[in-house]
């Protein structure tokens, strides 16, 4: 049964393992620097690779993962891939998780404008 404390209900076991499972997702660096850009804009695996810095195979293995849980969506154009942002509130979850970190660290975060859209 849920325990309710100060007005709130705990979450179910599901809603805590799928919290935790797109977690564990975002806890590789490289795959938290993809939903970033992705939250900027869409697309492909090639631009993507050059912006994180990453390999192309691997930038396309995190990719498939993202995609797997729902957190990244993809569709053809042409001969490419072009993917972007599946779940638009995890954008908001690391738009406020990176920008606190930066703002911490010194660094001036992107302007949260450029960050709000889902790249669809």
């Known amino acids: 049964m849920a325990q309710i404390a100060d007005g709130f209900e705990d979450p179910s076991a ?3 393992a799928q919290a935790a499972a797109a977690f564990g997702l975002l806890a590789a660096a490289p795959r938290l620097h993809i939903m970033w850009v992705l939250a900027q804009g869409e697309s492909d695996v090639s631009r993507l690779a050059d912006r994180v810095g990453g390999a192309l195979p691997a930038v396309s293995q995190h990719l498939s993962k ?3 849980a729902g957190l990244v969506r993809s569709r053809r154009e042409g001969r490419r891939q072009i993917y972007y942002v599946g779940d638009p509130d995890v954008v908001t979850v690391v738009r406020v998780m990176v920008g606190q970190l930066a703002e911490r660290a010194g660094e001036a975060p992107a302007p949260a404008a ?4 889902t790249g669809a």
């Open 14 to 16: 599901e809603v805590l």
């Open 66 to 68: 993202l995609k797997l």
């Open 114 to 117: 450029l960050l709000q859209g």
